[in-house]
């Protein structure tokens, strides 16, 4: 079934007529019949619409070690699905066919989220990410779905570059269970030129969500070879996560593949990733992985208290969860952060 564009919310009307959207720092000012910079939220006649609500690209089950979640039910699927649009715009984007389509939504079936959640429930899926473009352009979308999984007891994660309005987020997060938040890069410079965004809401995002602890958080580094893989940029990266949001924190650095218009760098090397990470760890990160690559090593779960290794990974695949109840260490009783 085809739908009428949604009303959205996150929003305010200027003395000019035009409407300020409060979602993301971005903070577009749309005249009549434009779209923000993310292509889904436009103003119609005086109204902000949502172009991207109850719309989805396509759904996958996907291990919820994609995501990336380590510490995070672990072994289990998780209904995926995105839409389009992108309030970020990332030279180096790993799904630039969706991020940068310009369709928004038309054409595409429209879902409510009722039958989202009933197909996680018929697929096997505890949980149900928002995912593949950023979930903060359709927020409405998400909250909504968000809200009937928790009514029917699945669970949902957010995965998102933290771009997002201080009002917004707080109603956003208030209804999810998991978030896994990219941290492009430490550098202001590199967030302008590269991303086209700014680094400070991110950290504040970040900090905001440690603080509030409600919604288990892990954190991505996606490494670019000669942009943000600095071993001094990656100590201040691991530094400022031990700080801001606690050693219990999972970090992932991940492997970045050549695409969109980052066609001139070389895919990242596994020893590049293994040097970040066990930077972080020097600094005292309890949970740091690699991915992206295959480095069972790297992606294991290390118990913080006896060292002993309890989950075994490769790549999105657990090869053997040796946590015992409530994610407890069966070595030494340690408790491990997570929601397990
Ligand atoms: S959510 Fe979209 S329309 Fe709103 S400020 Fe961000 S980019 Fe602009």
Redesign the pocket.
Known sequence: MLSLPHPAR?FEREEDGRLL?T??P???R?GEGQ????Y??QNQGGDMVSLAYGKSTGFAVDPIEKKPLFHFLPGTSVLSFGTVGC?LGCRFCQNWNISKARESGRGMASLTAGEVVALAESSGCPSIAFTYNDP??WAEWAIDVAGEARRQGIRTVFVTAGYVEEKAREEIFACMDAANVDLKAFAEEFYTRVTLSHLAPVLETLEWLAREGRVWTEVTNLVIPGLNDDPGETRRLAEWIGKHMGPDVPLHFSAFHPTWKMTDRPPTPPATLTQARRIAREVGLRHVYTGNVHDREGQSTLCPGCGQVLVVRDWNAVRKNRLGPGGTCPGCGERIAGRF
């Open positions: 996150f959207c979602l993301c971005r903070e577009c749309l779209a923000g910079f993310c889904v939220r309030n903060v352009i």
